[in-house]
């Protein structure tokens, strides 16, 4: 069975500051791997994702992420965070042998990230 | 502008009651649509699969006769929480895909709490 684990309920960073916010995946196969963003009373918006290819991603609002297969790891990280990436930020991983079209995503417990002014 | 609609965002019901939760793709067709609940400081669960013309696929643990699934149109899903009771009270999100842009699209999500 796939998860995905985000180690961290909160992170907090001053803006300007580079941010890192952490998830580690465990699924059998190559997994399919994204980041969605919720801000208050909004759906969740996709930011990036990685299914292969470079291991940096990069997606948007200036997000990237890097993709490390021996860590099983896929955190996000931002140069320059700003206030208004203040949010909750999930990962999520798609294992691709799931079946025929099936996008059923597994989703970490989120993170939510505060930017401070 | 949102291309999936969940109404409402927010209900308040008394127990006992069946509350009706509905998605809508607005500019494309979704055969498939996703159901999650989503717990304070938790991870968001799939609670079943929707897709347009059959029945729909529960994820084990999730109860079919207390979480109704309905997909009779390609633009819309709705979830009946029945016979709701206070530990149903949670925030539900609906996606959807879009086959043509191979993209996954979420409501905006009910916050439901039972009385």
């Known amino acids: 069975a796939q998860s995905v684990a985000q180690p961290e309920d909160q992170v907090n960073v001053a803006e300007g500051n580079p941010l890192t916010v952490k998830c580690t995946y465990s699924?059998?196969?190559?997994?399919?791997l994204f980041w969605y963003v919720q801000y208050p009373n909004r759906g969740l918006q996709f930011l990036l994702k990685y299914i292969t290819g470079d291991n940096l991603v990069k997606g948007s609002y200036g997000f990237e992420a890097e993709f490390n297969k021996s860590q099983t790891s896929f955190h996000l990280k931002k140069p320059s965070a700003l206030v208004s990436d203040s949010a909750l930020y999930f990962c999520a991983v798609r294992d691709p042998y799931s079946g025929a079209g099936s996008y059923q995503l597994t989703f970490g417990k989120g993170t939510k990230l505060s930017v401070i002014p | 502008g949102a291309v999936v609609s969940q109404h409402p965002s927010r209900v308040i019901c008394k127990s006992g009651t069946s509350v009706k939760i509905e998605c809508r793709s607005l500019?494309?067709?979704?055969?498939?649509m996703f159901w999650y609940r989503q717990f304070p400081k938790q991870s968001l669960m799939l609670m079943a699969t929707?897709?347009?013309?059959?029945?729909?696929?529960?994820e084990q643990g999730v109860e079919k006769d207390k979480f109704l699934i309905n997909h009779a149109s390609l633009t819309l899903s709705t979830l009946t929480v029945t016979s709701a009771h206070p530990e149903d009270s949670s925030f539900y999100i609906c996606?959807?895909?879009?086959?043509?842009?191979?993209?996954?699209?979420f409501g905006s999500g009910t916050q439901l709490s039972v009385l």
């Open positions: 996606s959807a895909r879009d086959e043509g842009r191979e993209k996954l699209f």
């Open positions: 929707s897709n347009e013309g059959s029945k729909a696929t529960y």
């Open positions: 699924v059998s196969g190559n997994p399919y």
């Open positions: 500019d494309f067709q979704a055969t498939t």
